[in-house]
């Protein structure tokens, strides 16, 4: 069992930066990879950003390439996303996702947190 919990959500103006944290703990040793998701109203849930585990290699969204930044922390159990310039289109609900395996789909990701509210106002 593996629990995630996410934090740092809010409302920020747009061009600015907001960090966002996810405590992992529970079976963490399982873990391969942890991921961050967004899905805004009306839409479909999307893929940011991932970071792997074991060499702290990460990959990134199109979209969000250049603006977002994932981080670990081995010590703390924590996963870090960091978005700097942000913009209306980064209004959505957030989600922290653990994988054990692959990470080429939504369903390799088998815990998932509560989610926190993003809101980047015009």
């Known amino acids: 069992q593996v629990q995630l919990v996410e934090s740092g959500g809010g409302l920020v103006q747009a061009g600015g930066s907001l960090r966002l944290s996810c405590a992992v703990s529970g079976r963490t040793f399982s873990i391969y990879a942890t991921a961050w998701f967004r899905q805004a109203p009306g839409k479909e849930r999307e893929f940011v950003g991932t970071i792997n585990w074991s060499d702290d290699s990460t990959y990134y969204a199109g979209s969000v390439k250049g603006r977002f930044t994932i981080s670990r922390d081995n010590a703390k159990n924590t996963v870090d996303l960091q978005m700097n310039k942000l913009n209306s289109e980064d209004t959505a609900v957030y989600y922290c996702?653990?994988?054990?395996?692959?990470?080429?789909?939504?369903?390799?990701?088998?815990?998932w947190g509560q989610g926190t509210q993003v809101t980047v106002s015009s």
């Open positions: 996702a653990a994988a054990r395996g692959s990470t080429l789909f939504q369903s390799d990701y088998a815990y």
